[in-house]
């Protein structure tokens, strides 16, 4: 949609009173759900073209809400995304911020601030439950005793999490400071370094896996499943794959039900559709396009009971939930689970180039959904160029709260974008893949750079040039027309911009 067609939807009316003021009071204050898929791509669901997967509860909040057509995670990759989420920075900004494997030391240092923390100090309980890849600890976990620092020391009140990711070792559940059913006569022992003698691995002992890996993910074995990393004991306290959506919505919901006088932010991280796509029996072979379809049905009924929970307990209308997803997709990221025999006509990318590790478009652009029935009273399509990263500044403006100094340095307050009454969004946007671009208006830039042009492993084009590249996004979305050379001023002045940007600590007005 472009902006002109926005304005004329949009109505005068709503329109009125473009930067509207803060909710003060604990009545007008919403409660906040941020709903974070993983490796969900812009058309993975109905709402954004899909038309061999049906998403229905995703679908209603669009329905009710604002869909966001120019929306980006912070990078192509979950770690970076979830760190600028949690921490309104850019995360190129910082060494150690890239893809972590699942013993690493905790990348946000308490004391900083964090969306979660300036929530809670105005007045919201704060809970995490889901996927976390943020580190833990300081370094050299004891997975066998207290686990700090952690979410509760950024702001967090509540957590009940995986460490990494599905494929990482530890497979096991954290609530708070601890590992959920540890056995102490059975203690955990992680490596990323040596395997331990007598364990079993997937590349060793293939007859005991239930699924296989197609590249890597050839280490310990849990659940029939071979993963990154080494890991032995545990047992009691292992995860069951197919279980893991059941859990991790349940303990959501408890949230929600338990805080349910609020106000509450619940930041609720599901590991759908990351691999392994192992889905509960309810939705396994439900979708006809193997396990990566199935665990998208099943992400949507997660989508779903937590609507279910809101409008049970009378919450829906002055709750503020947020759907969107940590990066764009993969089909094949590590496990032979028939997602690219089985993949036919569908797109998970949308009409964009590239996926999950990409500076095309598709590695950011994603899904991104607004519902508050309170403020935002029809449906609507934003135009608004907007980025996850912008959430930090904006909900602690809509809660009253004001920014330290140093704080969100790359977060803005886009509070009129996020309730449909802006269709501009940000001035200008920096995307992270194995380079950088930078969006403004219909332009992006992307810098030069050495890299693989195509990763292999998964066949996504990276968009790795030693050239710069130049594109027109709104007569070239696809970006197969590089034209840089037609335009050398606007190459100069986009690369000067995103040199400033890479200079300057902050880009926050």
């Not at 890239?98 to 923390?117: K, N, Q």
């Not at 066949?459 to 709104?474: F, K, R, V």
């Amino acid at each position: 949609m472009d902006r002109r067609a926005f304005i004329q939807q949009a109505g005068a009316g709503l329109l009125a009173g473009l930067w509207p003021a803060p909710a003060q009071s604990q009545g007008e204050r919403p409660n906040i759900v941020l709903i974070y898929a993983d490796d969900l791509g812009y058309g993975d669901v109905s709402c954004y073209g899909a038309r061999r997967i049906k998403t229905p509860n995703i679908d209603r909040l669009a329905a009710s809400g604002i869909r966001f057509v120019h929306a980006h995670s912070p990078a192509a990759t979950c770690t970076p995304s979830r760190y600028a989420l949690l921490t309104g920075e850019y995360a190129w900004r910082r060494k150690g911020t890239s893809v972590l494997p699942g013993d690493a030391a905790m990348i946000i240092e308490p004391g900083r601030p964090t969306l979660p923390g300036v929530l809670k100090r105005q007045g919201y309980t704060t809970g995490v439950v889901g996927k976390w890849h943020l580190g833990l600890g300081a370094g050299n976990v004891n997975w066998n005793a207290d686990i700090k620092p952690g979410p509760l020391e950024i702001g967090f009140d509540y957590a009940f999490l995986m460490p990494a990711t599905g494929d990482r070792v530890p497979c096991v559940y954290v609530e708070n400071h601890r590992v959920v059913n540890l056995d102490p006569d059975d203690p955990i022992e992680v490596s990323y370094k040596e395997p331990f003698p007598g364990e079993p691995l997937g590349r060793t002992h293939p007859q005991l896996l239930r699924m296989h890996p197609s590249h890597g993910h050839d280490m310990a074995i849990v659940n029939g499943i071979s993963r990154i990393g080494y890991m032995r004991g545990g047992k009691k306290a292992l995860w069951k794959d197919e279980e893991m959506a059941d859990v991790f919505t349940e303990k959501a919901v408890q949230f929600i039900e338990k805080h349910r006088s609020g106000p509450f932010f619940l930041y609720f991280a599901t590991h759908d559709i990351h691999v392994p796509r192992v889905a509960h029996p309810r939705f396994a072979g439900k979708s006809g396009m193997g396990p990566r379809g199935d665990v998208i049905l099943q992400l949507d009924w997660c989508v779903g009971r937590i609507l279910e929970t809101l409008e049970k307990h009378g919450l829906a209308r002055n709750t503020l939930v947020i759907f969107t997803s940590d990066n764009g997709p993969v089909v094949d990221d590590g496990y032979k689970d028939e997602a690219v025999e089985k993949l036919g006509d569908h797109k998970p990318w949308g009409p964009w180039r590239g996926g999950k590790y990409s500076i095309f478009e598709a590695g950011t652009r994603v899904p991104f959904l607004v519902r508050w029935p309170a403020r935002i009273p029809r449906r609507m399509d934003s135009p608004a160029l907007i980025s996850q990263i912008d959430l930090f500044h904006t909900l602690a403006f809509l809660t009253g709260a004001k920014l330290e100094e140093g704080a969100a340095p790359d977060s803005f307050n886009l509070i009129s974008a996020l309730l449909g009454r802006d269709p501009q969004g940000r001035p200008h946007l920096v995307e992270q893949a194995g380079t950088l671009s930078v969006i403004v208006g219909r332009w992006k830039y992307v810098s030069p750079s050495k890299g693989p042009r195509i990763n292999k492993n998964v066949n996504i084009e990276l968009g790795n040039d030693p050239e710069p590249q130049l594109y027109d996004l709104e007569t070239d979305p696809g970006e197969r027309n590089n034209v840089a050379a037609q335009f050398p001023d606007k190459v100069a002045e986009l690369s000067a911009l995103l040199e400033q940007i890479r200079r300057t600590p902050r880009t926050r007005p």
